[in-house]
Antibody, heavy 120, light 110 residues
Framework: QVQLVESGGGVVQPGGSLRLSCAASGFTLSGYAMHWVRQAPGKGLEWVAVIWYDGTEKYYADSVKGRFTISRDISKNTLFLQMNRLRAEDTAVYYC?????????????WGQGTTVTVSS | QSALTQPPSASGSPGQSVTISCTGTSSDVGGYNYVSWYQQHPGKAPKLMIYAVSKRPSGVPDRFSGSKSGNTASLTVSGLQADDEADYYCSSYAGSNLAVFGGGTKLTVL
């Protein structure tokens, strides 16, 4: 069945780096735009980044631009989020999500999330 | 990229209807028909309930409906059931290849 499974979360010090992974099954990443969405503890959802279905376009929220990089490995059907220069305010559950259509249509499939904690 | 505005809470008794609003601007909700709604139970991932303002994905009960007027979108849940108690989030395309979410509404079934 269609499924997304995130991994790579953990505890990291401010200024550190972490790479999240999102393994897709039941569909191929090459056919869909993919997003990262995060949720700080007790807070709402925040869109983080998107990569186009063909990998040619990548866009970021202002809060992470220049620090985070979204990428994918089609051979492994896996999405990534490289997070550098992490701050306390990046602490959140990070979800990967599939776009239903063109890129900013709707988030129709979600992973279970992976937790990132930035703390000294 | 300001968040869309939702009421923090909403409530209704079983069988009743409740409507949750989501207010943005002409640059997001009012400018595009890419408004979607998500249900999130505690500790769980969000679930798509409505896309393109008023369309329901396969498997979502027709008790859930969406609409939009100007810069405000709305989600209506009819025939409230205990399992509808959850947090609900709206989202919209905001132009310039960005997306924005609302702050979320906690729906309580009394």
């Amino acid at each position: 069945q269609v499924q997304l499974v995130e991994s790579g979360g953990g505890v990291v010090q401010p200024g550190g780096s972490l790479r999240l992974s999102c393994a897709a099954s039941g569909f191929t990443l090459s056919g869909y735009a993919m997003h990262w969405v995060r949720q700080a503890p007790g807070k709402g959802l925040e869109w983080v980044a998107v990569i186009w279905y063909d990998g040619t376009e990548k866009y970021y929220a202002d809060s992470v631009k220049g620090r985070f990089t979204i990428s994918r490995d089609i051979s492994k059907n896996t999405l990534f989020l490289q997070m550098n220069r992490l701050r306390a305010e990046d602490t959140a559950v990070y979800y990967c999500s599939r776009d239903r259509d063109w890129g900013f249509d709707a988030f129709d499939i979600w992973g279970q999330g992976t937790t990132v904690t930035v703390s000294s | 990229q300001s968040a869309l505005t939702q009421p923090p809470s909403a409530s209704g008794s079983p069988g009743q209807s409740v409507t949750i609003s989501c207010t943005g601007t002409s640059s997001d909700v009012g400018g595009y028909n890419y408004v979607s709604w998500y249900q999130q139970h505690p500790g769980k991932a969000p679930k798509l309930m409505i896309y393109a303002v008023s369309k329901r994905p396969s498997g979502v009960p027709d008790r859930f409906s969406g609409s939009k007027s100007g810069n405000t979108a709305s989600l209506t849940v009819s025939g409230l059931q205990a399992d509808d108690e959850a947090d609900y989030y709206c989202s919209s395309y905001a132009g310039s290849n960005l997306a924005v979410f609302g702050g979320g509404t906690k729906l309580t079934v009394l």
